[in-house]
């Protein structure tokens, strides 16, 4: 009998040629895996073909938190290279980063570029650096300037100039995330012009992610992994929206992983507060789902909390056959990848 608490009861092995290095030309046209939980089917369609899936009055959550080109390569004193990914602000020149290569010592100062330096600070409990910059501009602004998109490390080539766009969702708003809430890049303005003409109500959420969707699970039992905690925010325009749409037994669908901590994390019984906090939820098989009825989802990294989570809504034994399936039939994995619907 499977040990659903443990690490590797989530294991699969994955070819690496079906690890996707680039999007697609068209985001609506990746293959999307439906399956139904009820009667335990899986069917292949394309993604543009989701709005068979919702019905009018049926809320579309997604998660516009935008993508910040939040890498930064410079040189130490010694003139060794090194790179800053920016992770959170402390204030208006402090940040939280993840320092590569990581032994560096306090005091250490790097040089951006002639108009730009950076001094380590401090340690973080979790082994990050405190990182102050000397601009009279603001770190946002630096970034826009100097940044590079932070793609993640399964995808081994270097980020271009067309990633600034690709690894964007089109609804893309709040800066904050250093990666890309991945199942809302398989949308169009024109697929989601198609589902407001259907008369599909799309709410806005917004969940910053932040390093943990890379942490791995480093213990045997999940229950005593700790996330790392993001920051998410939903208005009372998104908490009417969705609360009308549970009293009248309409339909919500969150757009990835991201909106569903987020809507999860809200939760009181089947309705849903408001406002602004941080969040750890961690949601595995056994842990109940209070408000999300189905979700847009791409497959997960082997023994990672994304892939537990599916496995929570879909039933583990359903999901891990349909990820066989995706192997089989040559789904493409992971940010730039295909799509899955779990309704």
Not at 14 to 28: E, G, N, V, Y
Request: charged letters at 25%.
């Amino acid at each position: 009998m499977v040990d659903l608490l443990n690490t590797k009861s989530y294991y699969y092995e994955l070819p690496k040629d079906l690890i996707a290095q680039h999007p697609l030309d068209d985001r609506s046209s990746s293959k999307l895996m439906v399956i139904n939980r009820n009667v335990k089917s899986i069917e292949h369609r394309t993604f543009s073909d989701i709005i068979d899936f919702v019905s009018t009055d049926d809320v579309l959550v997604i998660n516009t938190t935008k993508v910040m080109p939040a890498r930064l390569f410079g040189v130490k004193e010694t003139g060794g290279m090194i790179e800053l990914l920016l992770l959170q602000p402390q204030n208006d020149t402090e940040w939280t980063c993840l320092v590569k290569p990581g032994k560096i010592k306090i005091g250490s100062k790097i040089r951006i570029n002639d108009e730009l330096t950076a001094e380590i600070n401090g340690l973080t409990a979790d082994g990050m650096r405190l990182v102050t910059f000397s601009s009279p501009e603001s770190v946002y602004t630096i970034l826009e300037k100097y940044g590079h998109i932070p793609l993640p490390p399964y995808i081994t080539r270097k980020s271009n100039n067309f990633d600034t766009l690709s690894y964007q969702t089109v609804y893309a708003k709040q800066n904050g995330s250093v990666a890309a809430p991945t199942a809302g890049l398989h949308f169009t303005e024109e697929l989601l012009s198609k589902i407001k003409k259907k008369g599909i109500k799309i709410a806005e959420v917004v969940l910053n992610v932040g390093l943990g969707t890379f942490k791995p699970v480093g213990v045997d039992n999940i229950t005593e992994h700790k996330m790392h905690s993001e920051l998410c925010e939903i208005s009372k325009e998104t908490a009417d929206i969705i609360n009308n749409a549970k009293k009248e037994n309409k339909k919500i669908i969150s757009v990835g992983t991201t909106t569903t901590r987020t809507l999860e994390s809200f939760s009181k019984g089947t309705q849903i507060e408001y406002g602004k906090k941080w969040t750890n939820i961690f949601l595995y098989p056994g842990k109940p789902f209070h408000i999300v009825d189905a979700q847009i989802t791409n497959f997960h990294l082997p023994q990672s909390t994304l892939l537990m989570l599916v496995s929570a809504f879909a039933g583990y034994d359903l999901t891990m056959k349909a990820y066989q399936i995706a192997i089989k039939k040559k789904y493409r994995f992971f940010s730039y990848g295909d799509a899955m619907l779990i309704y």
